[in-house]
């Protein structure tokens, strides 16, 4: 073989060393000089003694016990470091010559100009046994990365158990290192699967899995629980929405923070949950959310968690979660009443279930104003039927009691007269008789009359009472719907330039500006277009 002068070529470096000319030796997994081309173009590279340029191992060569050359100083005689190091990768070279097939979980990763820098590392009893380096270039990054997401639907991560194909060098500079080429993106999916898988299936077994779906869900939501993290990237969103509810005084929001992510992961949102829960008893709440929003999807896995399932089966209000991933599910999402893609998503289904109510009690008041005015007209109608019935009885009775004494009179002026004809002898014998006979009759009849006239008149003047104080009752109710009382009351009647009331948003919207009457004057506003910033 003929002797060649190896080079000690980072790998970042490699094309420059080949632009310049430099080859590949396979079998000793190191760049030298060809035949032909100067070695000043590669001092750079060079180590540091020239006996390098024969092969860095020979077959059956010990590294570790190379007898010291003789007839050298003390300052001659070894090795350099980097000669050394270039001797162990050619034996690992040797003993490893193709990939190796890995399984670890990554502890530490970087990303520098597309090239992954990880630390992959083994643990055992919670002991970490194992630990090495490992670089995915560029150059296969792109088709590794794109695979591994397309299967599992995330990306490499911290925390991420992985089956990765590497081999393994060691430079001379960097120590011992494993260089990926290739990723079995099975290995993470059915890690993550199996354990979500397991968690599901005893939630089933234990009769848990549904239990918080049958809850009843409430109509009207003015108090609500929100457990998030801290700084998560949806809180802000939430709030934004739910400040001018609360603001507005249309629903209050209790905030409670846990990590999601981590090892504290756990025991954090199991103290958070538990200080919900006591804080219900004392003043409940109608609703408890679950948020976080965006983020990595490998920090799902520790939303996945069997403890964490179980609270929320056994949590006493309905639950809904707004975790962030529109693709992947935790077993959170499955085991809560509601789950929504994103924090967003929830805030807006809560304003909506408020803007439904305020909608249909606005309808229920209206229906409401609608059946007591009917009644109210209704009412007056029959009090006016029931007065001209009184006043046609009353003057029907007086007629006919007149009549009737006008024919007593009748009567009894004949049977005078012919008293007084047949018995003209007789008239001052019973003038007096008569007199007395007719002044009783009349006064009987008058008393008849009284009696009469007071049966009536009380009776009627009852019913008017009577008529009288609902209609005040009813005259009562439709004062106390009046616009001007519910000014008093703090609310407002909007209406547009021309003075024509508004009453939806769509309407408000096309207004250049809108006149707001409150129970003490009038203010012009001009209305704010833009969705996000409005209430409804």
Known sequence: MTNRTYLSVPFPEKDAAKQLGARWDGAARAWYIPDGLEADKFARWLPTQKSSQTPLLQSGEDIFTLPLEAGKTEQEKGISLSALMNKANAAVSAALPQS????????????????????????????????????????????????????????????????????????????????????????????????????????????????????????????????????AAGLGDFQADAKLLAAHQLCQFDYFYASFQGAQTQSEMLAALQAIEQAHQNNPFDLLVIIRG????????????????????????????GIGHERDDTILDEVAHRRFDTPSKVIAFIREQIVQGALQAQTSWRAISQVSRLRLSQQKEVIEANQQQIRAQAQRQIWGQRQAIQQQQVRMTQAAQRVCL????????????????????????????????????????????????????????????????????????????QGKVITTREQALQQSRLILQFKDGTMQVVPDNHPQETLF
């Open 100 to 231: 190796v097939w890995v399984k670890a979980e990554i502890t530490e990763l970087n990303n520098r100009n597309g090239h992954l820098y990880l630390t992959l590392a083994e643990s055992v009893g919670g002991q970490q046994v194992a630990q090495a380096r490992a670089t995915l270039w560029a150059n296969q990054a792109v088709r590794l990365l794109a695979q591994f997401e397309t299967v599992t639907g995330q990306g490499l991560q911290v925390g991420t158990a992985v089956l990765l194909a590497v081999e393994v060098g060691i430079h001379a500079r960097f120590g011992l290192s494993l260089t990926i080429v290739d990723i079995d993106p099975s290995f993470t999916l059915g890690d993550q699967q199996a354990k979500l898988q397991a968690i599901r299936a005893q939630l089933q077994a234990s009769g848990l899995y549904g239990r918080n779906k049958q809850l009843q869900f409430p109509n009207d939501l003015r108090r609500i629980a929100v457990l998030s993290p801290a700084q």
């Open 294 to 321: 965006g983020g990595a999807k490998q920090d799902l896995m520790f939303l996945n968690d069997i403890a964490l399932a179980t609270r929320i089966c056994h949590f006493p209000i309905a639950v809904a979660t």
């Open 422 to 497: 047949s018995q003209a002898a007789q008239l001052n014998q019973y003038r007096a008789q008569v007199n007395y006979i007719a002044t009783d009759k009349l006064r009987q009849a008058r008393n008849n009359l009284t009696r009469l006239h007071e049966g009536i008149v009380p009776n009627a003047q009852n019913v008017i009472s009577a008529a009288h104080r609902q209609l005040m009752s009813y005259h009562g109710l439709v004062i106390s719907q009046h616009p001007q009382r519910l000014l008093s009351l703090g609310y407002m009647m909007a209406r547009d330039a």
